[in-house]
């Protein structure tokens, strides 16, 4: 059995990734990648404290894993968003860079 703290270790290692591709990246797909693998090390993250307390005989513990469902759903929605914001700036721009996007100035 894999020992928790090396799942917490992994988990922030991918959150770090993530938030690192976040900030330094232009292009638009690569920052949602970068938020989806943030999503996804947060998800490793609570089923790893899941494991730590493991709840009664009678009753295991599930909410970590309810978490993740959550976590699953939010990040299903903010695909959708992306996606259809990266779409309408490739229809009007011709370029999915960050830094050409002015569309909310005046």
């Not at 290692?13 to 947060?42: D, Q």
Request: overall charge negative.
């Amino acid at each position: 059995m894999i020992p928790t703290e090396h799942v917490i270790a992994l988990s922030a290692a991918l959150f770090t990734v993530g938030v690192i591709g976040a900030l330094v990246r232009r292009n638009l797909i690569v920052i949602l990648m970068s938020i989806e693998l943030m999503l996804n090390a947060a998800n490793l993250a609570f089923v790893g404290f899941n494991r730590m307390w493991p709840g009664t005989e009678g009753a295991p513990a599930v909410d970590g894993q309810i978490f993740v469902l959550i976590v699953i759903t939010v990040a299903a929605s903010e695909v959708a968003v992306g996606l259809g914001i990266f779409l309408s700036m490739f229809r009007n721009r011709d370029s999915v860079n960050v830094e050409e996007v002015n569309l909310l100035k005046w």
